[in-house]
């Protein structure tokens, strides 16, 4: 006659789920993993560089002693979104070069349009790098500003800025459809304000 | 009728622990699931800088880092106190990076080899002539896709 077996004790259960946890608490760290993208130019040196006009420039110099001289001008961090967005959004162009969305100043003396607008940084050996980084994280809100201005103007039926929709169109989650309904319409606003940073080698000593 | 029995009075009866264990273990799965580990343990200390216009790093197959700056406490006495380039667990030089990308690079499956990113995981303190360098490198092996690594949060949290 089979006898019945005594039941195993649970009691201790709770105890060896709690060492498990705080173990797994304690050993892992939650890594960061979202930062600026960027894309380095290739090597290979183009011989023969476009002309650019001076107009057309925005020069953002960091120096080692991590002022910010934007087109010659000493300015405060805080300022340097705002007068990024007032270059880009300038389209002082005229003819074939006129910009019909931009809302800026149309100074002939600034850039002709978005398109052709070139933000350079450059930065000294002995910049430090969250300076650098700032910098960097305004120059690239202000493209955000304009792209988001533009998405809200041309397809107000979404009810998002163009950065929600960024990140919504790079989400693993969203399904096909919804992106495939996306991407010509973050293509077209990437089009019209197109990212053209420049990071220039740093000045050799 | 035994549906309307009286309920003994008097003594609470004692509370069961016996769904304890699922909560725990409840618990204990979501923290296995939602954490990462950590492939390599940090030489070098990373504070990183703040941004807010951060976008989402690839997955985690797609990434090769790079960790920069100052040695930590730990290792100051024996590598001294200038910013340096952690690869791997080991102390790098410059010159290294490019090797080590591509030997990096050589691991991860081939349909992934092009579309490779490098997240520099740099110390706000760094200065940028060690960036610039890496960047350098990095160009050299045709590795253009980076991406500096942020906290999220406001600018002014840098200073």
Known sequence: ?205 | MSKFKKKKGGELPAISTASLPDIVFMLLFFFMVATVMRDNTLMVDNKLPAADQVQKLDKKDRVIYIYAGKPSSRYKTKYGNQAKIQLNDKFSVVSDVGAYVLAERATKREELQNVLTTALKVDGETNMGLISDIKQELRKVNALKINYTTRIGNYSQNY
């Open chain 1, 1 to 205: 006659m089979a006898r019945k077996s005594p039941e195993v004790n649970a009691g201790s259960m709770a105890d060896i789920a709690f060492l498990l946890l705080i173990f797994f608490l304690v050993t892992t760290t939650i890594e960061t993993d979202s930062g600026i993208n960027r894309k380095l130019p290739p090597m290979d040196e183009i011989i023969d560089p476009p002309v650019i006009k001076e107009r057309n420039i925005f020069t953002v110099v960091v120096n080692k002693n991590n002022m910010i001289l934007v087109e010659e001008k000493l300015m405060d961090l805080s300022d340097v979104r705002s007068s990024a967005v007032k270059f880009l959004d300038n389209g002082g162009g005229v003819g074939e070069e006129e910009c019909t969305y931009c809302e800026g100043e149309k100074d002939r003396s600034s850039s002709d349009n978005p398109e052709k607008a070139i933000i350079s940084l450059k930065n000294d050996r002995e910049t430090d790098y969250k300076v650098y980084i700032s910098v960097q994280n305004e120059l690239v809100a202000a493209y955000n500003e304009l792209r988001d201005r533009e998405f809200t103007k041309k397809f107000p039926n979404d009810r998002m800025t163009f950065v929600e929709a960024n990140k919504m169109y790079s989400d693993p989650r969203t399904s096909v459809k919804v992106k495939t309904s996306l991407k010509p319409k973050l293509d077209e606003i990437k089009k019209m304000f197109p990212q053209k940073l420049s990071e220039a080698e740093p000045n050799k000593k």
